[in-house]
């Protein structure tokens, strides 16, 4: 049950990174969205929805390398590095 939560997790971020890839390539091509009323706005609408997605799936992974030690020391979390 907990994979399938965790599942669920990074798939809703996977599906807001992929509406937002999906929005700016029709920006590209001219095909303008119903509910949005500008081409530019598609666009920065696009980008928000790819960056957020995209920023949590790869926080995720970076959190769960960290937690198993497979990052490289540039990555590691540097505890007390502040004082």
Same mark, same amino acid.
């Given at each position: 049950?907990?994979? +399938?939560?965790?599942? *669920? /997790? #990074?798939?809703?971020? $996977?599906?807001?990174?992929?509406? &937002?890839?999906? @929005?700016? =390539? %029709?920006?590209?091509?001219?095909?303008?969205?119903?509910?949005?009323?500008?081409?530019?706005?598609? +666009?920065?609408?696009? *980008? /928000? #929805?790819?960056?957020? $997605?995209?920023?949590?799936?790869? &926080?995720?992974? @970076?959190? =769960? %390398?960290?937690?198993?030690?497979?990052?490289?020391?540039?990555?590691?979390?540097?505890?007390?590095?502040?004082?």
């Amino acid at each position: 049950m907990a994979r +399938f939560a965790a599942f *669920i /997790v #990074l798939l809703i971020p $996977g599906l807001m990174a992929a509406g &937002g890839i999906k @929005l700016m =390539r %029709d920006t590209l091509f001219a095909k303008l969205v119903d509910p949005i009323p500008f081409l530019w706005l598609q +666009f920065i609408i696009g *980008i /928000v #929805l790819f960056v957020i $997605g995209f920023g949590f799936f790869a &926080g995720f992974l @970076l959190h =769960r %390398d960290r937690k198993k030690g497979k990052v490289s020391a540039k990555f590691a979390n540097q505890k007390n590095a502040d004082r």
